[in-house]
């Protein structure tokens, strides 16, 4: 089962990334450290050393519809904060 659903490139993710060789994922919720390590490996070719996750919910969204205004959230996702091995890098733009 595929547990990434997208990367995070965001100029906090990219100054980590280059500080720290951290590199962020958007994953989900029923993914732990374990099965994200794994998935990161054999998608990148890497060594991952460490995963740090978080819970986070969606933004609020509302809609204007004939019946009038709909409020809701969109779907809760998990952030995975994933550090590689000293010397190696993930580069997300090398497949487009």
């Known amino acids: 089962m595929a547990y990434i659903v997208k990367p995070l490139v965001t100029e906090k993710m990219t100054s980590l990334t280059d500080k720290q060789n951290k590199f962020g994922f958007i994953v989900?919720?029923?993914?732990?450290?374990?099965?994200?390590?794994?998935?990161?490996?054999?998608?990148y070719g890497v060594t991952v050393v460490d995963v740090n996750t978080s819970r986070y919910a969606g933004k609020n969204k509302s809609r204007y519809t004939r019946s009038g205004l709909i409020k809701g959230r969109s779907n809760a996702f998990k952030k995975a904060v994933v550090t590689l091995k000293e010397g190696e890098t993930i580069d997300f733009y090398s497949n487009i």
């Open 28 to 43: 989900r919720p029923e993914a732990n450290k374990l099965q994200i390590k794994k998935e990161v490996e054999a998608l």
